[in-house]
């Protein structure tokens, strides 16, 4: 499965975290993910047959958690339900990245830590 994350200009340079889920909110561990260094086109292999919900989230470089400064949030993308089926091509799907808000549910314990020191790192490498 392929497609492509877009952000807003000033969430550009985020690192981004793409994944299916079995459900709509992310329970648990995610069936397929892969981490990215900014938005941009994602590659997800052997995606098993099912329906799954694609989702996605960027935090800024540093990101302290629930402990941030006030103003700094994850971005997310509303989730796509994706179905997948033996013999058959999933056709590409794209993901906006928006602003967190209190509505929505928590993505970022489910998800590979984007905001660890080695990733981060390299995200500031590559951004650099």
């Known amino acids: 499965m392929r497609g492509q994350i877009s952000a807003p200009p000033e969430q550009r340079h ?14 648990g561990l995610p069936v397929r993910c892969a981490l990215l260094r900014r938005p941009g086109p994602f590659v997800l292999d052997e995606v098993p047959p099912g329906r799954w919900h694609l989702m996605a989230c960027s935090v ?44 929505d549910p928590p993505i970022l314990p489910a998800l590979p830590d984007i905001s660890s020191a080695a990733f981060q790192d390299d995200a500031r490498r590559a951004a650099g």
Request: proline share 19%; glycine share 8%.
């Open 14 to 27: 985020r690192p981004v975290a793409v994944a299916l889920f079995r459900t709509p909110y992310p329970q």
């Open 60 to 103: 800024p470089v540093g990101y302290g958690g629930p402990l941030a400064p006030a103003g700094v949030l994850p971005a997310i993308a509303d989730p796509v339900a994706i179905d997948a089926r033996p013999g058959v091509p999933v056709l590409p799907a794209d993901l906006a990245l928006r602003a967190q808000n209190e509505l």
